[in-house]
């Protein structure tokens, strides 16, 4: 049975979602007004469509999987639930206000919040039992508190720049923290394929965060090495041609490893290697 995957079609998360399933194995289109790709060898077709219609066509079963963000999953309320973190497209669902921005959560009472995302929104306040109005907009919504048709704002934010561009400023909690999901319909039996995808890009996500070490150390010095080095279950020991040494390899996070390269340096380790992983299945 082929399998049938959502793709964001435009954007960051379009390119993002490419580049990861190339590395995962399965051909991606060449031609970006392609809406529809097939990679038979892998007996899935791609489809390429708004991000925000994700959620929906693979709730209703049309498509088996997909990828979107997780707001925009939230915001469907689509019958489709998120299977695998894919670790890219990070944001945050956050108010904004004209600067200085000094209002709390306990102020959103009565005002008119404007969002793309009202469904999220509306969970939110429902959660918080906080009446206001909210002002639903398709895009621009920094503009909304200066156009006059809203006081606050709710909208997805990556670094807030475009915000203090418009004069705002962000207040109160985090609504949701998002990012990139693989999401497939609710209580629907998964297909081998599907399991197949989800081993792919968890082992692409997996191989993005860590990266292999190498490095010889003596007997001596070889317990405090592995306790900086502990690998997933555990590192690869091997002896040395000179009694005394050994050589491990231990996989170490990508973030970690220029801290942990001084700290095995300092303990006694030397000839230290350092490889990219390109992917993995653990």
Known sequence: MTLRVAVPNKGSLSDASASMLKEAGYRQRLDSRDLVFIDPANDVEFYYLRPRDIAVYVGSGELDVGITGR???????????????????????????????KLSENDLAGQRIATAYPGLLASFLNSKKIKADIVRLDGAVESAVRLGVADVIADVVSTGGTLRQA?????????????????????????????????????????????????????????????????????????????????????????????????????????????DIHACRL
């Open 167 to 275: 004069g705002l400023g962000i207040f109160g909690e985090i609504l949701l923290k998002s990012e990139a999901v693989l999401i497939e319909r609710m209580n629907v039996a998964r297909a081998p394929a599907v399991e197949t995808l989800i081993r792919r890009l968890n082992g692409v996500v997996i191989a993005r965060q860590y990266v292999l070490v190498d490095y010889d150390v003596k007997n001596s010095d070889l317990e405090q090495a592995c306790a900086l080095t502990p690998g997933i279950e555990s590192p690869t020991i091997s002896p040395l041609q000179k009694s005394e040494w050994n050589a491990v390899r231990a996989m170490v996070k990508r973030s970690d490893i220029n801290r942990i390269m001084d700290e095995l340096w300092a303990v006694g380790a030397r000839g230290i290697l350092v490889t």
């Open 71 to 101: 707001d925009l999953l939230i915001d469907s309320a689509a019958t489709a639930s998120e299977i695998l973190n894919l670790d890219f497209g990070h944001s945050t669902f956050r108010f904004a206000a004209p600067l200085p921005a």
